[in-house]
């Protein structure tokens, strides 16, 4: 299966590693320098110009690829037919 992360952009399930909440998570001094290294790394994707809510980490292939979306953590989980469910 796949979920749709906004514009235009959509990932297997299978490839999910997690679904994180930004605004929660980018308290923490671990997660923004995660996020710094993966900014420096080129493996962020940002899916919308708007005001991002989630960050999902993904790995296909040992690449790991962290995409930025404007769509709640709950909402993706609700859309995610496999991942709600396990």
């Not at 671990?30 to 919308?48: D, F």
């Amino acid at each position: 299966m796949y979920l749709h992360l906004g514009n235009n952009i959509i990932v297997r399930e299978k490839d999910i590693v997690g679904i994180f909440d930004i605004d929660n998570t980018t308290v923490s001094r671990h997660t923004r320098n995660y996020l710094a290294v993966r900014t420096k790394n080129a493996e962020i994707v940002n899916v919308s110009q708007e005001l991002p809510k989630s960050f999902i980490v993904c790995q296909r292939n040992g690449r790991r690829i962290v995409y930025i979306s404007q769509i709640s953590p709950k909402t993706l989980l609700n859309r995610g037919s496999s991942i709600s469910n396990s």
